[in-house]
C-alpha cells in the first residue's frame, strides 16, 4: 500500500470513528447518558499476511475502545468493541499469498455461518441491558459468531502459550 492508501486506512477505520466519537461526547455528558458502539473485526485480533494494515487499524480500534470505556464508563456511559465474524497486494512476492487470502474470502462468501439480524439485536440487547444480556456484566469487548470465538480464543491461548515459554526471559529484567 503507498503512504496515501495507509493514510486513508487508518482515517476511515481509525480516526474516523474518533472524530464521530468527539462529536458527540459533549451531548452525552450533557444528557449524562449514552452508547458508543464501535463495529471490529476479528481482524482486530488475529492477523494475517497481507492484511498487516488493515489488522492494524482494527487492533488500534480495539484498543481505543477498551480504553474508552474504561475513562468514560465511571460517568454512565458504555463502549463496547463488537467483533463481528486481505486484499490483492501490488507487490509482486506478495501476489500469491494475496491472491489465496482474496480467494478463500470468495469462497466464504456468501457463505458466512452467522446471521446478522441476530448479531445486531445481540448488540443491541447488550446495550440496553436487556434480553441476551440481562443480569449479565456490561460487555467490555463482545465476540459474535462462532468463528470470531474459535479466533480470538485461539488468539489468546497462542499468547498464553508464548508468555509461558519466554517466562524466564520475560521475569528476568527485574532490578
Known amino acids: 500500500m503507498s503512504p496515501e492508501e495507509t493514510y486513508d486506512q487508518f482515517n476511515t477505520n481509525v480516526f474516523g470513528a474518533l472524530n464521530v466519537t468527539r462529536a458527540f461526547l459533549p451531548y452525552m455528558r450533557q444528557r449524562k447518558t449514552g452508547t458508543i458502539v464501535w463495529m471490529g473485526s476479528l481482524a482486530g485480533w488475529i492477523s494475517g499476511a497481507t492484511g498487516g494494515l488493515y489488522c492494524a487499524t482494527k487492533y488500534a480500534l480495539r484498543g481505543i475502545?477498551?480504553?474508552?470505556?474504561?475513562?468514560?464508563?465511571?460517568?454512565?456511559?458504555?463502549?463496547?468493541?463488537?467483533?463481528?465474524?486481505?486484499?490483492?497486494?501490488?507487490?509482486?512476492?506478495?501476489?500469491?499469498?494475496?491472491?489465496?487470502?482474496?480467494?478463500?474470502?470468495?469462497?466464504?462468501?456468501?457463505n458466512?455461518?452467522?446471521?446478522?439480524?441476530?448479531?445486531?439485536?445481540?448488540?443491541?440487547?447488550?446495550?440496553?441491558?436487556?434480553?441476551?444480556?440481562?443480569?449479565?456484566?456490561?460487555?467490555?469487548?463482545?465476540?459474535?459468531?462462532?468463528?470470531?470465538?474459535?479466533?480470538?480464543?485461539?488468539?489468546?491461548?497462542q499468547t498464553l502459550r508464548n508468555l509461558e515459554a519466554w517466562k524466564d526471559v520475560t521475569c528476568s529484567t527485574e532490578i
Do not use: W
Not at 477498551?66 to 463496547?80: K, M, R, W, Y
Not at 459468531?145 to 489468546?156: F, M, Q, R, S
Open 65 to 110: 475502545s477498551e480504553t474508552l470505556h474504561d475513562e468514560i464508563s465511571p460517568l454512565g456511559f458504555a463502549v463496547p468493541a463488537s467483533t463481528l465474524a486481505p486484499y490483492e497486494s501490488r507487490i509482486e512476492d506478495y501476489r500469491e499469498m494475496g491472491k489465496k487470502g482474496v480467494e478463500g474470502l470468495e469462497a466464504y462468501n456468501n
Open 112 to 157: 458466512q455461518p452467522g446471521d446478522p439480524a441476530k448479531a445486531v439485536q445481540i448488540i443491541i440487547d447488550v446495550i440496553k441491558g436487556e434480553g441476551v444480556a440481562k443480569g449479565k456484566p456490561f460487555a467490555k469487548s463482545l465476540q459474535l459468531g462462532t468463528d470470531c470465538y474459535g479466533g480470538v480464543k485461539n488468539a489468546a491461548e
